[in-house]
């Protein structure tokens, strides 16, 4: 009988192993990639590839289905994400990114994933069940006070809502519950980032989030860039 080959042994070491994410230089064309272990059983959520490294289950963070992922491979720096974080997460869709987000902090982590469309969010739901640290709320992110009590003090914000309204999302969402020192994470349309509240830049719309750094996420998304802005401590 021929043996299956040992899918540990033809995986190239990795650039980079943080607790939770795994870095690596992966294919011929030195393209990297990103892997998060998988707290699921099975691991696969959404049909993205699994290996397994170790006795641990790598599934594959895919730059084209996520902005994090694009953002991470841009360039984006250090996040807040580390195991226990708390995040808070606004426009969390069917839950794809959060599930990376949710492997990358651990089971003692916490990704409150806020979603208003009905549609989207019996998905986010079937998530849930699978990982015990997502919390989904079926809430608007314009009106944070909905879900005001449900979620604690955080320590990064996650913004992915396509609307025109983004900074006044951010300012409230981030008076409400981002703790001091924390980051905000914003993905922005360039054409259309704040059409009520235009010919803004960042820095004024965010006020008194300080943006820090500015990612384009071309070539996997040409038209977005991720906005890093801190919540500075008073004094
Ligand atoms: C671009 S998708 C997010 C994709 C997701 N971040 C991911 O990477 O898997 C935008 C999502 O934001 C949701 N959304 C838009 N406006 C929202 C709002 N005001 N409050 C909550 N969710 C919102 C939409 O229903 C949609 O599911």
């Known amino acids: ?18 607790p939770g994410l795994v870095v690596e230089a992966a294919d011929a064309a030195g ?3 990103l892997w998060t272990p998988g707290l699921s059983d099975p691991p696969s959520r959404y049909g ?25 491979l841009r360039g984006v720096g250090e996040l807040p994400v580390k195991r226990g974080a708390r995040i808070l ?26 979603e208003r469309s009905p549609r989207m969010f019996p998905r986010l739901l079937a998530l849930a069940r699978a990982y015990p640290n997502v919390y989904p709320l079926l809430a608007d992110a314009q009106s944070p006070r909905e879900y005001f009590g449900e979620v604690p003090e955080v320590g990064m914000i996650y913004q992915d809502v396509s609307q025109p309204d983004q900074g006044a999302i951010a300012r409230e969402n ?25 010919e803004q830049d960042p820095s004024e719309a965010l006020h008194p989030l300080r943006v820090e ?3 384009g996420l071309a070539p996997f998304y040409r038209e977005h860039q991720l906005v890093v802005a801190r919540l500075d401590s008073p004094g």
């Open 1 to 18: 009988m021929r043996r299956r080959p040992d899918p540990v042994r033809h995986l190239p070491p990795p650039l980079s192993t943080r």
């Open 31 to 33: 393209r990297t990639t």
């Open 48 to 72: 993205e590839r699994v290996r397994y490294r170790e006795g641990m289950a790598l599934r594959h963070w895919d730059p084209t289905r996520s902005k994090l992922a694009a953002a991470l």
């Open 89 to 114: 997460y606004l426009g969390a869709s069917a839950g794809m990114t959060v599930s990376h987000l949710a492997d990358w902090i651990g089971p003692e982590g916490r990704v409150f994933a806020v």
């Open 174 to 198: 981030a008076r409400l519950f981002l703790a001091a020192g924390g980051t905000y994470a914003l993905v922005l349309k360039r054409a259309s980032q704040y059409r009520r509240e235009s």
């Open 213 to 215: 750094r500015t990612v």
